[in-house]
């Protein structure tokens, strides 16, 4: 942890996470460098750990925590429940984003610091930013489109 520029906080199972990082003792380092202003990009799960508050948590679920929103899990429902969808993500261009949606979360409400980058048709936020942190409902990893890891590693090199 001492010796990264930033980390990436991929997809999976928030709760599996939680639970492993307390167990490997990271959970505290990654907190200490969240606070300490390390660049962290979370997705689905990622986006989960990096909430400051998790409705639809499972008993005892904690998350790392930093940016200031409430996300549910699970929003969209459960596996067979997922899509794909074209986000506008002005951010990134004009190019729409292919955005892939796996028992992902929404961020519900966010604080004065957070901005949204994207939000579904019905104003759902579904990527957000806040300083150095960023996180999207999505999975960009999944698709080839390397925007949004461009967009997190630039910002990478300039907190460095
Ligand atoms: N639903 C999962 C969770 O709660 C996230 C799913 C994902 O990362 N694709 O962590």
Known sequence: MEHIAGLIIPGGESSVIDKLS?????AEPIR???AAGLPVYGTCAGLIMLADTIL?????????????????????GSQTESFETSLSVPELGDEPVNAVFIRAP??????????ALA?????????VEQGRLMGT????????DTR?????VARVRSSN
């Open 22 to 26: 307390r167990l490997y003792g990271l």
């Open 56 to 76: 639809d948590a499972i008993e005892g679920q904690q998350s790392f925590g930093g940016l200031d929103v409430v996300v549910r899990r699970n929003a969209f």
């Open 148 to 152: 949004f890891h461009e967009y997190f």
């Open 119 to 127: 939000t579904l048709d019905d104003g759902r936020v579904v990527a």
């Open 137 to 144: 409902s999505f999975h960009p990893e999944i698709t080839g």
């Open 106 to 115: 929404v961020v519900e409400s966010m604080g004065p610091q957070v901005r």
């Open 32 to 34: 200490s460098a969240i």
